[in-house]
């Protein structure tokens, strides 16, 4: 064997006791206050982490895995490994792995589609760090990706249908990804102000919120013949940082309260930055801003994760064949109110 894939991911404890050690290997190595450590503990043992292992992994754990394996099976000959920055199984274990296996060549995908210094740039910086000799092809970005623009389309429109059914007349919706310190998208010395030691200074701003904007812009207009106008639709970047200075908004806090005075009486929410379930869709979604929501007076609906969307898988095949993305098929209207 040659040829691998390898995807990389987040990485996400197995149990509640490995919390503070994955914390700091998200952070670089700075510890978090205990009140921090406590309170993550507690969000994700309300998604199902337990104190000993469950019968499966954890649902990033799991869906990525599961993503793997469906495109294994559709590129018929090709490995798929699968790596994680920030738990096991590490980047470095498994291009060692990959090493022994007699691979030469990777062509390695970011399951974050957006590309982000935070997030696609570390990945690659620890994949290029463990893969000396290999010869290493990098997908930085495919916010754009027809078919994965699709795959969510094809998990928005159903909830979004409904919801606008039930209400009597079209629902928002309200596009969300992952917060970044405003340091990381800045240039100059405002892009290591407060960053750990040995980042770089940056003379380009980071691609990281225009590419996240657009992705939502897309997935908005496969669904405009279905009835989802250009005013119909909001963005926001969630699940902000506790620590490390301002974090990019505006947040989805602040824009659910406009929304409730605007006169609206529900939202769907749909998270562009994501492409499976995890901590901050199962628990800050489904759990906080949908708590947030209702007390607003707002009923708070989320589109399903990809997760194993056949159409995902379709997308991954094209982006580790170094193919010309297809075009996406077309979305059939929506009846609403």
């Given at each position: 064997m040659s040829h691998a894939v390898l995807l990389l991911a987040h990485g996400t404890p197995n149990v509640r006791g490995e919390m503070a050690e994955y914390l700091s290997k998200v952070t670089g190595g700075r510890a978090l206050p205990d009140e921090v450590v406590e309170e993550l503990k507690h969000r994700y043992a309300q998604i199902g982490l337990r104190e000993t292992p469950g019968q499966e992994p954890p649902p990033?754990?799991?869906?990525?895995?599961?993503?793997?394996?469906?495109?294994?099976?559709?590129?018929?000959?090709?490995?798929?490994?699968?790596?994680?920055?920030?738990?096991s199984p590490y980047i470095a274990d498994v291009v060692e792995q990959m090493r022994s296996d007699g691979v030469t060549k990777i062509r390695a995908v970011c399951l974050a589609p957006q590309n982000s210094r935070t997030s696609v740039g570390l990945y690659r910086r620890a994949l290029m760090a463990a893969a000396t000799g290999i010869d290493v092809e990098f997908v930085a970005e495919w916010a754009e990706n027809p078919l994965l623009v699709q795959a969510f389309a094809e998990r928005l429109q159903p909830v979004w249908s409904n919801a606008s059914a039930e209400l009597g007349k079209p629902v928002p919706v309200l596009f969300t990804a992952h917060s970044v310190p405003c340091r990381t998208i800045m240039t100059g010395e405002a892009s290591i102000a407060g960053a750990r030691p040995g980042t770089p200074m940056q003379d380009s701003?980071?691609?990281?919120?225009?590419?996240?904007?657009?992705?939502?812009s897309l997935v908005a207009e496969r669904l405009r013949t279905a009835g989802l106008t250009e005013r119909g639709w909001y963005f926001a970047f969630q699940s902000q940082g506790v620590s490390g200075g301002p974090w990019i908004g505006p947040t989805v806090e602040d824009t659910l309260k406009s929304l409730k005075e605007e006169g609206h009486k529900g939202v769907v929410m749909q998270p562009i930055g994501f492409v499976c379930d995890h901590v901050e869709v199962l628990y800050d979604i489904d759990i906080a801003f949908k708590e947030l929501a209702a007390g607003l007076g707002l009923k708070l609906w989320r589109a399903e994760s990809l997760n194993d969307s056949p159409t995902l898988t379709k997308a991954l095949v094209g982006i580790a064949k170094s193919e010309e993305p297809v075009e996406a098929t077309s979305l059939s209207p929506a009846k609403v109110g």
């Amino acid at each position: 064997m040659s040829h691998a894939v390898l995807l990389l991911a987040h990485g996400t404890p197995n149990v509640r006791g490995e919390m503070a050690e994955y914390l700091s290997k998200v952070t670089g190595g700075r510890a978090l206050p205990d009140e921090v450590v406590e309170e993550l503990k507690h969000r994700y043992a309300q998604i199902g982490l337990r104190e000993t292992p469950g019968q499966e992994p954890p649902p990033l754990t799991k869906w990525t895995l599961a993503q793997g394996h469906a495109l294994e099976q559709a590129l018929g000959g090709t490995c798929v490994y699968i790596a994680m920055r920030n738990w096991s199984p590490y980047i470095a274990d498994v291009v060692e792995q990959m090493r022994s296996d007699g691979v030469t060549k990777i062509r390695a995908v970011c399951l974050a589609p957006q590309n982000s210094r935070t997030s696609v740039g570390l990945y690659r910086r620890a994949l290029m760090a463990a893969a000396t000799g290999i010869d290493v092809e990098f997908v930085a970005e495919w916010a754009e990706n027809p078919l994965l623009v699709q795959a969510f389309a094809e998990r928005l429109q159903p909830v979004w249908s409904n919801a606008s059914a039930e209400l009597g007349k079209p629902v928002p919706v309200l596009f969300t990804a992952h917060s970044v310190p405003c340091r990381t998208i800045m240039t100059g010395e405002a892009s290591i102000a407060g960053a750990r030691p040995g980042t770089p200074m940056q003379d380009s701003p980071d691609p990281y919120p225009v590419e996240a904007k657009r992705t939502a812009s897309l997935v908005a207009e496969r669904l405009r013949t279905a009835g989802l106008t250009e005013r119909g639709w909001y963005f926001a970047f969630q699940s902000q940082g506790v620590s490390g200075g301002p974090w990019i908004g505006p947040t989805v806090e602040d824009t659910l309260k406009s929304l409730k005075e605007e006169g609206h009486k529900g939202v769907v929410m749909q998270p562009i930055g994501f492409v499976c379930d995890h901590v901050e869709v199962l628990y800050d979604i489904d759990i906080a801003f949908k708590e947030l929501a209702a007390g607003l007076g707002l009923k708070l609906w989320r589109a399903e994760s990809l997760n194993d969307s056949p159409t995902l898988t379709k997308a991954l095949v094209g982006i580790a064949k170094s193919e010309e993305p297809v075009e996406a098929t077309s979305l059939s209207p929506a009846k609403v109110g």
